[in-house]
């Protein structure tokens, strides 16, 4: 092999491998697409933060907040513009560039030596290219195990949205609950003051005494001083929800056009709903996906038994020592004397001087000897971290199943608790009041029996007024507990059957389910004195 075929051949290895990682790009964005259907399923709504879409957010948030927020724009808006959600995002990028990564051969290693001879001529020239092709069994389970982390990743960033989702819920409902303790506050503030009004009404006709108006003026300032503590309340319940919302405009700018009083029918049955949160949490699903990615690792560690086989060419051109002047006299005298005659010495050609040269090129091959070290530790870390991310699984699926009996004991009771306030007791309450405030006013009673009356109607609406606000902040709760919508949670377990084993398929995602969310229904008006 002449010299100028092997250094082609020297370039065309050190090119060789240029299309296997020169075209790699990190493209994030179909997996914000997948994210976003995650986090579309378990909250109800498909329009999300993404990366690179600042502008539009910003729009679609003005468009929210103009006419008013209702629990689930709350929701919305929380999953376009937390803070935290937002940054949450970005993970999935650093996933995705992991994933590019690990499909990448490394880098091939070349080495260059130029030795020059001390007597002076020509330089020895010695060049070697190799590459691990260890990489080229190792690197199939690497990418695996890396795409089953950015699945993992996708998961838990939809679980953290649909978390964010449910605190935006609740923090909504807290400040309505909070408002309408405010408004009752004033309202009960209000009756209170007729009850005074009407004890110095009586006092100056001469059926009632001093002593009449300073009991119930006693409690129309407990009323007042329940009004600040309601109003400070409701402030903090606000700045609350607008933290969350990650709005910053003031707490009191923020809009609420929903009230409570809608207290859901929905039946619960605990063996379905627990299948179904199995099926359907993404905390499960992204664990699932933590004991995959376990496993690829034990396979990749196994197949680092031999970590470095590298084959590639290797150059070598050995020196020579710099050639001797000729006596061109003394050759011209012993070549004449030879022919008889004057003759000039022979001169010996180029290609007979080429002829003697040393290049030479050929494959090298460099291997690892496993000897002292054949990973035997990182395999068995990595069996370890496998057996803690099963145990880890194990521990969950028991956790959401208590979680999901939890969440149906919590929001049927609070369900009951406030239909029991709004069919019973607030209505006896109200019966009372009047009744007293009648016999009062025609002097067959006393004022304590009204001030009683009125402490107990004062007490009933103040405790329906927090019935009611348990009753909704249990929709969300149950929601988080099983990882669907209250819509959809209750016509996924109607068509699921008890006992269905909904958390088998591990390894495959839910088919997705793109019906909308309905409106919640029209509230009842508030119980009034």
Same mark, same amino acid.
């Given at each position: 092999?002449?010299?100028?075929?092997?250094?082609?051949?020297?370039?065309?290895?050190?090119?060789?491998?240029?299309?296997?990682?020169?075209?790699?790009?990190?493209?994030?964005?179909?997996?914000?697409?997948?994210?976003?259907?995650?986090i579309?399923?378990?909250?109800?709504?498909?329009?999300?933060?993404?990366?690179?879409?600042?502008e539009r957010?910003?729009?679609?948030?003005?468009?929210?907040?103009?006419?008013?927020?209702t629990a689930?724009?709350?929701?919305?808006i929380?999953l376009?513009?937390?803070?935290?959600?937002?940054?949450?995002?970005?993970k999935?990028?650093?996933?995705?560039?992991?994933?590019?990564?690990?499909?990448?051969l490394?880098?091939?290693?070349?080495?260059?030596?130029?030795?020059?001879p001390?007597?002076?001529?020509l330089?020895?020239f010695?060049?070697?290219?190799a590459?691990?092709?260890?990489?080229l069994?190792?690197l199939?389970?690497?990418?695996?195990a890396?795409?089953?982390?950015?699945?993992?990743t996708?998961?838990?960033?939809?679980a953290?949205?649909?978390?964010i989702?449910?605190?935006a819920?609740s923090?909504?409902y807290?400040?309505?609950?909070a408002?309408?303790?405010l408004?009752?506050?004033?309202?009960?503030?209000?009756v209170?003051?007729?009850?005074?009004?009407? @004890?110095?009404?009586? &006092?100056?006709?001469?059926?009632?005494?001093?002593?009449?108006?300073? /009991?119930?003026? !006693? #409690?129309? %300032? *407990?009323?007042e001083?329940?009004?600040?503590?309601?109003?400070?309340a409701?402030?903090?319940?606000?700045?609350?929800?607008?933290?969350?919302?990650?709005?910053t405009?003031?707490p009191?700018?923020?809009?609420?056009?929903?009230?409570l009083?809608?207290?859901?029918?929905?039946?619960?049955?605990?063996?379905?709903?627990?299948e179904?949160?199995?099926?359907?949490?993404?905390?499960?699903?992204?664990?699932?996906?933590?004991v995959? @990615?376990a496993?690829? &690792?034990l396979?990749?560690?196994?197949?680092?038994v031999?970590?470095? /086989?590298?084959? !590639? #060419?290797? %150059? *070598?051109?050995g020196?020579?020592?710099r050639?001797?002047?000729?006596?061109?006299?003394a050759?011209?005298a012993?070549?004449?004397?030879?022919?008889?005659?004057l003759?000039?010495?022979?001169?010996?050609p180029?290609?007979?001087?080429r002829?003697?040269?040393?290049?030479?090129i050929?494959?090298?091959?460099?291997?690892?000897l496993?000897?002292?070290?054949?990973?035997q530790?990182?395999?068995?870390?990595?069996?370890?971290?496998?057996e803690?991310?099963l &145990?880890?699984?194990?521990?969950?699926?028991r956790?959401?199943?208590q979680?999901?009996? !939890?969440?149906?004991?919590?929001?049927?009771?609070?369900?009951?608790?406030a239909?029991?306030?709004?069919?019973?007791?607030?209505?006896?309450?109200?019966?009372?009041?009047?009744?007293?405030?009648e016999?009062y006013?025609?002097g067959?009673?006393?004022?304590?029996?009204?001030?009683?009356a009125?402490?107990?109607?004062?007490?009933?609406r103040?405790?329906?007024?927090?019935?009611?606000?348990?009753?909704?902040?249990?929709?969300?709760?149950?929601e988080?507990?099983?990882?669907?919508?209250?819509?959809?949670?209750?016509?996924a377990?109607?068509?699921?059957?008890?006992?269905?084993p909904?958390?088998?398929?591990?390894?495959?995602?839910?088919?997705?389910d793109?019906?909308?969310n309905p409106?919640?229904?029209?509230?009842?008006?508030?119980?009034?004195p």
């Amino acid at each position: 092999m002449n010299r100028k075929t092997g250094m082609l051949l020297l370039a065309g290895a050190l090119g060789a491998g240029y299309p296997l990682g020169g075209c790699a790009r990190v493209n994030p964005r179909p997996d914000y697409q997948r994210a976003a259907a995650r986090i579309e399923r378990a909250t109800g709504h498909a329009d999300v933060f993404r990366p690179g879409e600042e502008e539009r957010v910003a729009a679609r948030l003005t468009e929210i907040v103009k006419d008013g927020v209702t629990a689930d724009e709350a929701a919305q808006i929380a999953l376009l513009n937390n803070p935290k959600l937002q940054a949450a995002f970005y993970k999935i990028g650093l996933a995705r560039a992991d994933v590019v990564q690990s499909g990448l051969l490394s880098n091939p290693s070349l080495g260059v030596a130029l030795r020059l001879p001390a007597g002076g001529g020509l330089a020895s020239f010695e060049a070697d290219l190799a590459q691990n092709i260890a990489e080229l069994w190792q690197l199939p389970v690497r990418k695996r195990a890396a795409e089953r982390a950015l699945d993992r990743t996708i998961l838990e960033v939809a679980a953290q949205a649909a978390e964010i989702a449910g605190e935006a819920k609740s923090a909504f409902y807290a400040t309505v609950g909070a408002d309408g303790r405010l408004k009752i506050a004033q309202q009960n503030r209000e009756v209170t003051q007729r009850v005074l009004e009407l @004890a110095e009404f009586r &006092r100056s006709a001469g059926a009632g005494s001093e002593l009449d108006v300073n /009991l119930a003026r !006693g #409690v129309f %300032l *407990e009323t007042e001083l329940t009004v600040q503590k309601a109003r400070l309340a409701t402030a903090e319940a606000r700045r609350t929800l607008v933290e969350v919302l990650g709005l910053t405009i003031h707490p009191n700018e923020l809009v609420l056009t929903e009230t409570l009083g809608h207290i859901p029918e929905h039946p619960l049955d605990e063996d379905r709903l627990g299948e179904l949160a199995l099926a359907e949490r993404l905390d499960v699903r992204a664990t699932r996906q933590a004991v995959r @990615a376990a496993e690829e &690792r034990l396979v990749l560690e196994q197949r680092r038994v031999f970590p470095s /086989l590298e084959v !590639g #060419v290797a %150059l *070598e051109r050995g020196e020579r020592g710099r050639a001797e002047g000729r006596d061109l006299l003394a050759d011209t005298a012993r070549a004449s004397v030879a022919s008889g005659e004057l003759t000039a010495p022979e001169i010996e050609p180029r290609s007979a001087r080429r002829s003697h040269t040393d290049f030479s090129i050929g494959p090298s091959l460099a291997l690892e000897l496993p000897i002292f070290d054949q990973n035997q530790a990182q395999i068995a870390r990595a069996r370890y971290e496998l057996e803690q991310s099963l &145990r880890l699984l194990d521990g969950l699926e028991r956790t959401v199943r208590q979680n999901v009996r !939890g969440a149906i004991d919590q929001a049927q009771t609070a369900w009951e608790v406030a239909r029991f306030y709004r069919d019973q007791i607030v209505p006896q309450a109200q019966r009372s009041l009047e009744m007293s405030r009648e016999s009062y006013q025609a002097g067959k009673s006393s004022v304590l029996s009204v001030l009683d009356a009125e402490r107990t109607f004062l007490s009933a609406r103040d405790r329906y007024a927090e019935a009611l606000q348990a009753a909704a902040a249990a929709v969300p709760v149950l929601e988080r507990a099983v990882g669907l919508p209250i819509d959809r949670l209750v016509r996924a377990a109607e068509r699921e059957p008890a006992g269905a084993p909904a958390s088998q398929p591990a390894r495959q995602s839910a088919p997705e389910d793109t019906s909308d969310n309905p409106s919640s229904g029209d509230m009842p008006e508030e119980v009034t004195p």
